[in-house]
């Protein structure tokens, strides 16, 4: 970090996946590689302090890309996001964990599993003190426990370990 009044903790990491909803897809073709997303319509993210579109991000063993593809829809909100694949208005690269459970229920079919770009780390940022104030560490506390049953580094290890051993 460049500012060394501050310290950082590492809370998890979240992973992307790209999706859409089965009825976007009905009368289209299903991406098969990353440079076939220009055929669609995407929802994607843009920084509220910028206004600048972030670009979808795709890796595999092999090769990287990266992809400023047209925006159908623009938003600056997880829940927005994930309302608009919902809703039918394209697809988009979103937080697993957001998406996992509308996989499981239909409402969105993963796109491209092959390509998964680097996860997001997510940190909690507080001033160094010399000493650490107990409030600031209750909550620090809190919040590591909370964002751990988002951490996709976890769920990849208990994942693993189900198809090891059940």
Known sequence: MADS??????????????CAPPAYL??????????????????????ASNGKRFPLRF??????????ATAWVAVNESTAHL????????IGQTFGFLARP????????????????ANH???????????PNPKLRAFSDWAAGVFEGYDSRLARDVSRIIHTHG
């Open 121 to 131: 780390v997510l940190h909690l940022v507080y001033p160094a003190d010399r000493f």
């Open 5 to 18: 009044s501050l310290k950082a903790k590492r809370l998890c990491e979240l992973d992307y996946v790209l």
């Open 102 to 117: 509308h996989f499981k229920d239909g409402t969105l079919i993963e796109l491209l599993p092959e390509w998964k770009p």
């Open 83 to 90: 309302s608009a694949l919902l809703a039918g208005l394209g």
């Open 26 to 47: 009905e009368s289209r073709r299903r991406p098969s590689h990353p440079r076939d997303i220009d055929e669609h319509r995407v929802v994607s993210y843009f920084s």
């Open 59 to 68: 890796q595999n063993s092999e090769e990287s890309n990266e992809l400023l």
